[in-house]
Structure formats: structure tokens, C-alpha cells
């Protein structure tokens, strides 16, 4: 399993066998995460992390300074949540992903074909809506979650798209 990370580990910082540790890369496809540590000089609360975390990514956030309250201060109780949160990893849902409507999925398809620029509602990171004008320029599916390029070459979930040229989705595809 590939784990990236934000910010620095500490000095001789391994993981166990069959975990890979790669630095994260701003605007990384969400689909080639499959968790994330954040360390001290990471941003737990940058737009990315909570992207990969609405995406139902595990995010371990290993940075939080003593006495925040919200993570274990020492080291060997963020050894204790590291090696804890590790076990947990091969049991965790990889995704929160919900499949959209296969008609709905027809309009992207189209407009990728056609090299057509479209208006796209979408929930953003913060879970406002937001909308886009813009060409889409790729689609693909990665372990069950579909996503569409956008001009910009940003990666949107389709299950974030509330509507595109004006048709909302609908009920979703389930065989």
C-alpha cells in the first residue's frame, strides 16, 4: 500500500513491510492516494487533505503540537497512533464513493468525445457549491470511484458533480 506524506519525518522514519512511503505532490489525482500522514511542517487543513479525507481517504495527522488536544503529543503515543492507525489501514474502506446515475454518466462521456466546453455545478472541498465553465478532457475509473479531467488538468469525483449544462444526476446505478 502507497502512503503519502506532508511535511517532514522525523529522521530515520520507516514504514513496516508492505507500505510504501511517497511524498505528496500538490494536485495529485485523489484516485493515487490511498492514505496520507501529515508531519510537523504538513498542513492537515490544506484544501488537498481535506479533499483526500472527503474522499474517505485515511488521513493520520501526526504534525499537532502538545497540548492541542487533538492528537497524542508525545512520541511514543504518536508511535502508539502510527502503528494503530497502520493496522487499521487494510481493514478501512478505501472510498466513500457513490456511484452516479449511468445516464448522468453519459453527458461527461459526450462532452469529452465532442472536445465541448461545459457548466459544471459541483460540491466543493468545503462542501459549497460552486460552478465552472470549463472543457473536460479525460475519464477515468480507479477501484470503483470515476473522475473527470478537468481543462485545468484537476481531477473532480463524479459523485461531487451536482449537475452538468444544466442536467442534475439522478438516482444512482447500482447492478
Not at 481517504?57 to 503515543?77: F, I, K, Q, T, Y
Not at 502508539?80 to 489501514?89: G, K
Not at 472536445?115 to 459544471?120: G, H, T
Amino acid at each position: 500500500m502507497k502512503i503519502h506524506f506532508t511535511g517532514t519525518p522525523p529522521p530515520g522514519f520507516k514504514l513496516p513491510p508492505g507500505f510504501e512511503l511517497e511524498s505528496y505532490g500538490p494536485r495529485m489525482p485523489p484516485f493515487a492516494i490511498d492514505a496520507m500522514l501529515v508531519f510537523p511542517g504538513g498542513d492537515a487543513d490544506d484544501a488537498d487533505v481535506k479533499t483526500l479525507q472527503r474522499s474517505g481517504r485515511p488521513v493520520l495527522n501526526l504534525a499537532v503540537s502538545e497540548g492541542s488536544g487533538s492528537a497524542p503529543a508525545s512520541a511514543p503515543e504518536k508511535n502508539a497512533a502510527l502503528e494503530y492507525w497502520l493496522s487499521q489501514l487494510s481493514e478501512t474502506p478505501r472510498t466513500n464513493y457513490h456511484p452516479i446515475n449511468c445516464n448522468f454518466y453519459d453527458n461527461f462521456e459526450a462532452a469529452v468525445v465532442q472536445k465541448r466546453c461545459v457548466v459544471l455545478e459541483y460540491r466543493s472541498v468545503r462542501n459549497k457549491v460552486s460552478r465552472i465553465h470549463t472543457r473536460l478532457n479525460d475519464l477515468t475509473t480507479h477501484r470503483t470511484e470515476e473522475y473527470v479531467q478537468l481543462a485545468n488538468g484537476e481531477w473532480l469525483r463524479l459523485d461531487r458533480i451536482i449537475s452538468i449544462d444544466g442536467k442534475v444526476t439522478g438516482n444512482t446505478c447500482r447492478f
